[in-house]
T-cell receptor
């Protein structure tokens, strides 16, 4: 079955370390997104990519970086510059033909 | 002001009750999604609407484009419906705005 796979599900990081969250989709979608979810807030857009080798900053891109070298993959790096990285991170993709929206299971990052 | 407002924020119902969750938005949209998030965190799309009404089992979603309002109804609620329900609008520029979610608890 087609879907989005995020890994790891849980991740612990010491302050000052960079970590990379994986997002892989086999849906053949061009558009992929990274969101951050904090308690009591709606999902906030970190980065998005409409096509391979192109990506755009979202509303809260500072302290994060991404790459889109392959259509299937859109990894997110949380850098040491991100002041408050402890959060739940969700990767999503959309079929722009019919608007069908898919999410991964999420990655919960905790900074110790 | 958020572009997407949901109400109520929290909802507790007895099993079997009819439930309504509301969503209002202030931007032009291509479509509106109702999403369900269970305690594990993963999100699934329940409905995508651009007009009218859709039904899937005990779930019904409606949208009024002129009034910029959508509702999600659950008939004969069940404890397994307990989850967070999120309204998401797909903007004309291809981006999404999300409501903060409605946390539903259905008590047996």
């Amino acid at each position: 079955d087609g879907g989005i796979t995020q890994s790891p599900k849980y991740l612990f990081r010491k302050e000052g370390q960079n970590v990379t969250l994986s997002c892989e989709q086999n849906l053949n979608h061009d558009a992929m997104y990274w969101y951050r979810q904090d308690p009591g807030q709606g999902l906030r857009l970190i980065y998005y990519s409409q096509i391979v080798n192109d990506f755009q900053k979202g509303d809260i891109a500072e302290g994060y970086s991404v790459s889109r070298e392959k259509k299937e993959s859109f990894p997110l790096t949380v850098t040491s510059a991100q002041k408050n990285p402890t959060a739940f991170y969700l990767c999503a993709s959309i079929d722009r033909e019919d608007g069908e929206l898919f999410f991964g299971e999420g990655s919960r990052l905790t900074v110790l | 002001k958020n572009e997407v407002e949901q109400s109520p924020q929290n909802l507790t119902a007895q099993e079997g009750e009819f439930i309504t969750i509301n969503c209002s938005y202030s931007v032009g949209i291509s479509a509106l999604h109702w999403l369900q998030q269970h305690p594990g965190g993963g999100i699934v799309s329940l409905f995508m609407l651009s007009s009218g009404k859709k039904k899937h089992g005990r779930l019904i979603a409606t949208i009024n484009i002129q009034e910029k309002h959508s509702s999600l109804h659950i008939t004969a609620s069940h404890p397994r419906d307990s989850a967070v329900y999120i309204c998401a609008v797909w903007r004309l520029d291809g981006q999404f705005y999300f409501g903060t979610g409605t946390s539903l608890t259905v008590i047996p």
